[in-house]
């Protein structure tokens, strides 16, 4: 067996053999429901959370504060910021997200219009940036090298882009029109962008373009997913060997007499037009003039797989959907029933594989089939809503594991 492949099949049984920890517990300071959670993406040590009541605070997953009758391990925060502090939030910290390369920056956005990026050794506001409305969520690209943006959505209708290199809003990208409750940046782009609303539709953005480029369309579909690349390339690949060299010059001049017939009726189109001005129209007008919806009701959560083959959406709805985001189709997976919380954005998980997708369910967390939809597992421990989880494959002491709140 392939190292790749046994290591994929390592991860996928423990993945499977996850249950609640009798020997680590996460000892909370937050007086209110956890809405955000995050581990560092360069150590996989440090767990950043984010309160209704305000605040933020960091954990140390490695090294336990104190053990508890001797082999309970207490993880007690290391860092806290919460409204007593000078610079703090006033009201609900709804995203609390690590800067992606450096533990040394963290960044918090909050129902009171702001969003601060916070120094972790200092404990100080390094900026801010004043929205127009209460801030919903909040996010980074984990593969950037060319920018340093933070996207935000917030109860206004537009995306806005804070740049953190210049301390200022670099632009703005309309199209939905409602509030955006969920965000999520591309794993295989930097310069690419997914956006959740209120109104029901989830847009693709280019943010080096005007307007958004997809809209997806929940009654756009396709069966399961696609073909691997791989096997389609191939094959083409052979044909295409298999050619004779006259063959291949015959297509030559195919194409070139094709062409020029095209070319030909392409200039009795264009006089046509010429007779007929057709006004231009922006390509973000345009683009918010389409009404595809990709839930019945606001979408609370997004979440890519590994390989940015994938997306995951929840909505208002009560409904899981997976999407193909090379065709822009929803595959039609069934996920089993479950019940969604309807008026706050949802934080979702998935494994590495991706085999396995974690949602909150009202007070327990359930763990789907990622192509099948059937329920792998129910996560139950909590006595209140769940409002967020976080896979962590990256975790040195319990690896992998997953936490959740």
């Not at 003039?289 to 929840?314: C, E, F, I």
Request: net charge positive; glycine share 8%.
């Amino acid at each position: 067996m392939r190292a790749r492949r046994f290591e994929a099949l390592a991860r996928s049984r423990r993945a499977a053999s996850l249950a609640l920890s009798n020997r680590k517990e996460i000892a909370t300071p937050h007086l209110g429901a956890v809405n955000s959670l995050q581990v560092d993406l360069t150590e996989g040590r440090y767990l950043l959370s984010g309160a209704s009541d305000g605040s933020a605070a960091v954990f140390d997953l490695k090294d336990a504060t104190e053990y508890e009758a001797g082999f309970i391990a207490k993880h007690r925060s290391i860092l806290l910021v919460d409204r007593q502090h000078q610079h703090g939030h006033k009201f609900t910290v709804s995203k609390a997200i690590w800067y992606p390369v450096d533990t040394g920056l963290f960044v918090t956005a909050s129902f009171d219009n702001y969003v601060k990026v916070w120094d972790t050794n200092s404990t100080q506001v390094v900026m801010d940036f004043k929205m127009p409305g209460k801030v919903y969520s909040a996010a980074m690209s984990p593969i950037a090298t060319t920018h340093m943006l933070i996207a935000t959505g917030s109860a206004d209708v537009q995306v806005r882009l804070c740049d953190i290199a210049s301390g200022a809003f670099t632009h703005t990208l309309s199209g939905h029109h409602d509030g955006i409750m969920s965000l999520e940046w591309s794993t295989s782009s930097e310069w690419i962008l997914m956006s959740g609303g209120c109104d029901g539709a989830i847009r693709f953005w280019d943010i080096r373009r005007a307007g958004c480029f997809l809209i997806l369309d929940q009654l756009r579909s396709q069966l399961g997913r696609r073909p691997p690349i791989i096997d389609s390339t191939t094959d083409n690949h052979q044909k295409n060997l298999g050619r004779s060299s006259s063959s291949k010059s015959y297509s030559v001049q195919q194409r070139t007499g094709n062409h020029k017939k095209q070319s030909k009726g392409l200039r009795k189109s264009l006089t046509m037009v010429r007779g007929h001005t057709q006004q231009k129209v922006h390509p973000g007008m345009s683009s918010s003039q389409n009404r595809k919806t990709a839930h019945y009701g606001a979408v609370t959560g997004l979440r890519t797989t590994t390989d940015g083959m994938h997306l995951l959406s929840s909505g208002s709805d009560s409904r899981l959907r997976l999407w193909d985001i090379d065709s822009g189709c929803n595959t039609l997976v069934n996920f089993e029933a479950m019940r969604l919380q309807t008026s706050k954005p949802l934080q979702l998980a998935v494994t590495d594989d991706p085999s396995l997708v974690f949602i909150p369910c009202m007070s327990s967390i359930k763990a789907y089939n990622t192509w099948s939809g059937t329920t792998f597992q129910t996560f139950r421990g909590h006595y209140d809503h769940v409002n967020c989880c976080y896979y962590n494959s990256q975790d040195q002491v319990s690896f992998p594991s997953i936490v959740l709140c």
